[in-house]
């Protein structure tokens, strides 16, 4: 999946001949594909539960909230750009189409009850308003992405604690409910969302103008200007698309997880980012895609649900987690100078 990706991107069109260079400037897929099947080996070998079908299905079901999240950073960081204030949005999106809901009586929270299709419309309208001061924040004023959605991060954090402060809300909209913990003839529903979204941001970058002009943008951002593209434009909607991802994510995520509540995402901001950047999109932009971030979140899932398998110490996990990622950013910089050692 993910040399099909990048295959499509257009900085790769041209790769150096012979089989020690290609493999080189092809080492940022390669290495997560060979280690998606080296954990899963070891976890099947280690654990016989793991390598079950109905396993299958929990990693799936596990690495949903994270792919949807996940489809509108890629955008962003093909963009060279980042988005800190993913889980934040997602949180509150999540927060808010609760919030917009009628609960039950044992629910200690003065919201506002509307009928599901309104409380959808206004949570969705909610995060693509944040995406857009992202966007006017990153695009008209000049703020760089990573202050300015770390700003936002803290905004999103802000509302969630005023609309439930501190309590927890349960129900969601009914179409809310069946999408995030439903099933359709044994598959989750909130499997079938992620898979398309993966699909749609998969064919948007792939075959349309709009996904070529984000590589582009990411690629070489003086040169897209100097082709007459509206870079600004281009940077202005992966932000909003990446907050309306967030936004589906927090909403299907609330469902499937049973309640909405302060900081319940909180941890999606890490998982999304490597799962980005894992899979090999490359951090500087205008390489990578959907099918390397399918393979990241491959990686994520395995490893976390294997660990699991293998009843490891969960400190040990959450610091495996983060040398996984620090090998992934080393390969993600490596591979950036052998590119740059070869324009040369």
């Known amino acids: 999946m993910a040399s099909s990706d990048s295959a499509t991107s257009p900085a790769d069109h041209q790769r150096p001949r012979g089989l020690a260079p290609f493999l080189r400037s092809q080492m940022r897929n390669i290495a997560p594909f060979l280690t998606l099947i080296f954990l899963s080996a070891f976890f099947a070998i280690a654990s016989p539960s793991f390598a079950t079908i109905d396993n299958v299905g929990n990693i799936l079901t596990q690495v949903s909230v994270t792919g949807i999240i996940a489809v509108g950073l890629t955008f962003v960081i093909l963009c060279a750009e980042i988005d800190l204030s993913i889980a934040s949005i997602a949180n509150v999106t999540g927060i808010a189409v609760a919030y917009f809901t009628l609960q039950e009586s044992y629910v200690n929270i003065a919201n506002i009850p509307m009928p599901g299709f309104a409380a959808i419309l206004l949570a969705l309208a909610l995060c693509a308003l944040l995406g857009l001061v992202n966007a006017l924040g990153l695009t008209v004023i000049g703020i760089p992405s990573f202050i300015m959605t770390l700003a936002m991060m803290q905004i999103a954090a802000g509302v969630s604690a005023l609309l439930v402060r501190g309590q927890i809300a349960y129900k969601v909209p009914p179409l809310i409910t069946t999408l995030g913990s439903g099933s359709i003839g044994g ?14 941001g998969h064919l948007v970058l792939t075959y349309t103008r709009f996904g070529r002009y984000v590589y582009m943008v990411g690629g070489n951002r003086e040169a897209a200007e100097f082709a007459g593209l509206n870079v600004k434009l281009i940077l202005g909607s992966v932000m909003v698309i990446s907050a309306v991802c967030s936004g589906i994510g927090g909403m299907l995520g609330v469902a499937h997880f049973g309640s909405a509540q302060q900081n319940e995402f909180d941890t999606y ?5 490597a799962a980005v950047v894992v899979g090999g999109t490359s951090l500087f932009g205008g390489r990578g895609g959907i099918g390397n971030t399918i393979v990241g979140l491959f990686v994520l899932g395995v490893l976390n649900n294997g660990l699991d398998h293998v009843n490891i110490d969960s400190f040990l996990k959450i610091l495996i987690r983060g040398l996984i990622l620090l090998v992934a950013l080393i390969i993600n910089v490596y591979a950036q100078r052998l590119r740059e050692q070869t324009a040369e």
């Open 187 to 200: 598959i989750p529903w909130i499997v079938i969302v992620a898979a398309v979204m993966l699909l749609g």
């Open 269 to 273: 901001l890490l998982d999304s980012i």
